[in-house]
């Protein structure tokens, strides 16, 4: 059981360039969700799915396209980065995503842009 | 809006002693509250979390936490701090039942240094 996994571990983009982050996690959990964590601002929520096909937007989801084609997996696009893309991003995914659920955290990407 | 707020950036202890690191947030309905840890170059662990009952919550590695209603706060706490709980904590809240309860609401952190 390896709970929750990123990849990739750290990217350097160029601005204008596009990339998926991948998120998977092997609990059968049907919340999944993508935060970027910034210095001073805490994780901020991007985007969230709460089933197969289901998604919706977060606090932040300018700039960010998901989708969610299985149960398993929850990637995260950026389509023209900006540096102000620049953060740590994490995926986290729980049981339903009914209230008072924990949620799980996988390490993060660490992504720079140029 | 909704809202978390860790007043505090730093808090620094000495080993043995009482550690509280302060969270209060501002969320519809009866929400839903949790305290994660952050050690270096790691993702975040689940400590502890408040859902209903009882308002002291009892978590992992000798946390835990008060939820006051009427200061709406959720106050991290440990009786007796170790250089090992170093790290980052953050509080967070997702709205209660009546509202969209799928959104979580993260504050902005609160490293934790203890010294030997």
């Known amino acids: 059981n390896a709970g929750v996994t990123q990849t990739p571990k750290f990217q350097v983009l160029k601005t204008g360039q596009s990339m998926t982050l991948q998120c998977a996690q092997d609990m059968n959990h049907e919340y999944m969700s993508w935060y970027r964590q910034d210095p001073g601002m805490g994780l901020r929520l991007i985007h969230y799915?709460?089933?197969?096909?289901?998604?919706d937007q977060g606090e932040v989801p300018n700039g960010y396209n998901v989708s969610r084609s299985t149960t398993e997996d929850f990637p995260l696009r950026l389509l023209s980065a900006a540096p102000s893309q620049t953060s740590v991003y994490f995926c986290?995914?729980?049981?339903?995503?009914?209230?008072?659920?924990?949620?799980?955290f996988g390490p993060g990407t660490r992504l720079l842009v140029l | 809006a909704q809202s978390v707020a860790q007043p505090e950036d730093q808090v620094n202890v000495a080993e043995g002693n009482p550690l509280t690191v302060k969270c209060t947030y501002s969320?519809?309905?009866?929400?839903?509250l949790f305290w994660y840890v952050q050690y270096p170059n790691r993702g975040l662990q689940f400590l502890l979390k408040y859902i209903t009952g009882d308002n002291l919550v009892k978590g992992s590695y000798g946390f835990e936490a008060e939820f006051n209603k009427s200061q709406t706060s959720f106050h991290l706490k440990k009786p007796s701090a170790l250089v090992s709980d170093s790290a980052l904590y953050f509080c967070?809240?997702?709205?209660?039942?009546?509202?969209?309860?799928?959104?979580?609401?993260f504050g902005s952190g609160t490293k934790l240094n203890v010294k030997p």
């Open positions: 969320v519809s309905g009866n929400p839903y």
């Open positions: 799915s709460v089933g197969a096909g289901i998604t």
């Open positions: 967070a809240v997702s709205p209660g039942v009546g509202y969209n309860f799928n959104k979580f609401y």
């Open positions: 986290a995914s729980s049981l339903s995503g009914r209230g008072g659920e924990t949620q799980y």
